[in-house]
């Protein structure tokens, strides 16, 4: 018997919470012209990470955050 070799939590016993929110995310970004031909381009980006998928026994999922810049020189 293959199943009873098997040892560990089953997907089969796996209970989801059923609420529907993926969570909220928020962005801002704004472009800076430091000298003629030198730019700073930055975004930002937070998730507030909803329930959506959650086991009804696990922890809460956990909140996201990122940071992007960059310079840009031209001549």
Request: aromatic share 18%; glycine share 12%.
């Amino acid at each position: 018997d293959i199943g009873a070799t098997l040892t560990g939590p089953s997907t089969a016993a796996t209970t989801f919470d059923n609420a529907k929110n993926f969570g909220t995310a928020f962005e801002a970004g704004f472009r800076w012209k430091v000298y003629n031909q030198l730019v700073l381009n930055m975004v930002g980006s937070y998730l507030a990470a909803g329930d959506y998928g959650k086991v009804q026994t696990g922890r809460a999922k956990d909140d996201a955050w990122g940071i992007y810049y960059e310079f840009l020189h031209t001549w």
